[in-house]
């Protein structure tokens, strides 16, 4: 069993090889609405970076930070080996910076080729054409080089502004949140083919979502934000099943959050007690346990110490809301294969190998 003790400050260690650079980066609007707060965070050269977290968390504001767009108050920011923001300042076109916005921008008189063609300056005519047929060939659209944006899906606006970006071979490609206005399918498709052509290029990119199956699936490392303030950076498997607080904790995946006690060596709680592996050492008293639905499954027992409540049908699953005897709720989630009715008494059952605990002060 691996229970963890999880404090609330995250120390965030430099690494190797970091190709973009934020340190102490301070960001206020109208002088005292804290966008970005002391933020200090690195990507190395060719990761996929996301900064996952709520509106209005700051991730758009630290994008533009990066571009230029906006200008930091204080700290300083690094692209390569060129400081772009600080005790200089770098105007945006000259940081080769590509970006990709929600709404696409792309230009409505331009056809697909001059839109792509737009940011490719100091080119011959020659070496612009074949720029722009390497991008259409690159994104899978080499004949719609003379449509225009409203002639084309939503996708096909999307990769345009992803090829439009691409051409000017930049260091960086920030990414706002591109994916969010395509249906299901195409966003699952369209961000799969994203990854695949940045990677391919060896682009250094940083995307900001709200949405963590996308940061999960897309990134190599993932940096929880919470009002300015990176809460913990690390690969997507370590932000799921090591929160490093209870804010990433929630934000992360389904939560529930259970009272326990510390007693020796035992973790004592309503749903059972669990022996500790010997690998962490807690002091007893009050704690809270976290757990996800995919760790906690039922039968169905008349004698059981909870009470299904209610039960929502997602198609290849069935997330379940027990109530325990104090009124305490939790979540399963199980195939729809065998549905369990509403009302049902059940024996609930935990996998404690993912048990987090924390103290009830962090």
């Given at each position: ?15 190797e ?11 206020l609007?109208?002088r ?5 707060d ?9 990761e ?14 630290i994008?533009?930070?990066?571009a230029?767009l ?8 690094a ?7 600080g005790?200089?300042?770098v ?10 916005f929600q709404d696409y ?12 063609a737009?940011?490719?300056k ?5 070496r612009?054409?074949?720029k722009?047929?390497e ?13 225009y ?7 096909q ?14 260091k960086?490609m ?6 969010s206005n395509?249906?299901?399918?195409l966003?699952?498709e369209?961000r ?9 290029k ?8 709200h ?10 490392r993932?940096g929880?934000?919470?009002h300015g ?16 607080g209870?804010f990433?904790?929630s934000?992360?995946?389904r ?18 007690i669990?022996k ?7 002091e007893n ?11 906690v499954?039922?039968?169905?027992d ?18 379940y ?11 399963s ?6 549905i369990?009715?509403?009302g049902?008494r ?5 996998n ?11």
């Amino acid at each position: 069993m691996m229970l963890r003790l999880r404090k609330k400050d995250v120390c965030i260690k430099k690494t190797e090889g970091a190709y973009v650079s934020l340190k102490a980066v301070r960001k206020l609007f109208n002088r005292k609405v804290t966008a970005v707060d002391d933020l200090t965070m690195e990507v190395k050269r060719g990761e996929f970076f996301s900064l996952l977290g709520p509106s209005g968390c700051g991730k758009t504001t630290i994008l533009r930070l990066i571009a230029g767009l906006e200008v930091p108050d204080r700290g300083t920011i690094a692209i390569g080996d060129d400081v772009v923001a600080g005790n200089v300042w770098v105007q945006p076109e000259k940081r080769r910076v590509g970006i990709v916005f929600q709404d696409y921008a792309l230009f409505p008189h331009m056809t697909v080729f001059e839109n792509i063609a737009f940011g490719l300056k100091g080119c011959t005519k020659q070496r612009l054409q074949e720029k722009v047929i390497e991008m259409l060939n690159l994104v899978g659209l080499d004949n719609m080089a003379q449509r225009y944006p409203h002639e084309l899906s939503g996708g096909q606006q999307q990769r345009v502004a992803l090829a439009r970006a691409l051409a000017p071979s930049p260091k960086v490609m920030l990414l706002d949140e591109p994916f969010s206005n395509l249906d299901a399918d195409l966003r699952m498709e369209l961000r799969t083919e994203t990854k695949r052509i940045l990677k391919e290029k060896g682009t250094t990119t940083i995307l900001v979502t709200h949405d963590q199956e996308e940061a999960f699936s897309l990134s190599d490392r993932v940096g929880v934000l919470n009002h300015g303030r990176l809460e913990q950076v690390g690969p997507p498997e370590e932000i799921y099943h090591r929160p490093a607080g209870r804010f990433v904790a929630s934000f992360v995946g389904r939560t529930d959050f259970l009272n326990g006690r510390i007693s020796g060596n035992s973790l004592i709680s309503d749903i059972g007690i669990f022996k500790f592996n010997g690998n962490v050492v807690l002091e007893n008293g009050e704690v809270d346990l976290m757990i996800r639905p995919d760790d906690v499954d039922f039968n169905v027992d008349p004698h059981g110490n909870a009470e299904i409540v209610d039960a929502q049908f997602l198609g290849a699953d069935v997330i379940y809301k027990l109530c325990l005897s104090d009124g305490t709720t939790i979540h399963s989630i199980k195939p729809s294969t065998n549905i369990s009715v509403v009302g049902s008494r059940v024996k609930i059952y935990i996998n404690p190998a993912h048990i987090i605990v924390f103290s009830k002060d962090s």
